[in-house]
């Protein structure tokens, strides 16, 4: 029918948009800053605390670069996230 056609067309959608927002991540340190660029010498722009959700959008050796639901973005090192695995 159209209309189960139109909700699996939707949730398809759906998946897809967070999918290509970034892979999602979860901080697993206590305390970490979030930089302007993939350098500790940059600006701290936020700080983050264990068991926030982020999203990698962009990745430079040891640093990742994040985003929040907020679209706030920053570069953290990867060893204080741990990447979620797909269901």
Not at 1 to 13: G, I, K, V, Y
Not at 38 to 47: G, L, N, Q, T
Request: charged share 20%; aromatic share 10%; hydrophobic share 55%.
């Amino acid at each position: 029918s159209a209309a189960l056609f139109l909700t699996a067309l939707f949730a398809f959608s759906s998946k897809h948009v967070l999918l290509s927002a970034g892979q999602e991540a979860v901080i697993v340190v206590p305390r970490v800053n979030a930089y302007y660029a993939p350098d500790e010498s940059s600006k701290v722009i936020f700080s983050l605390v264990e068991g926030v959700s982020v999203f990698v959008v962009d990745k430079r050796s040891e640093w990742m670069r994040i985003e929040l639901l907020s679209n706030e973005t920053g570069w953290i090192r990867a060893a204080v996230v741990e990447i979620v695995d797909d269901l």
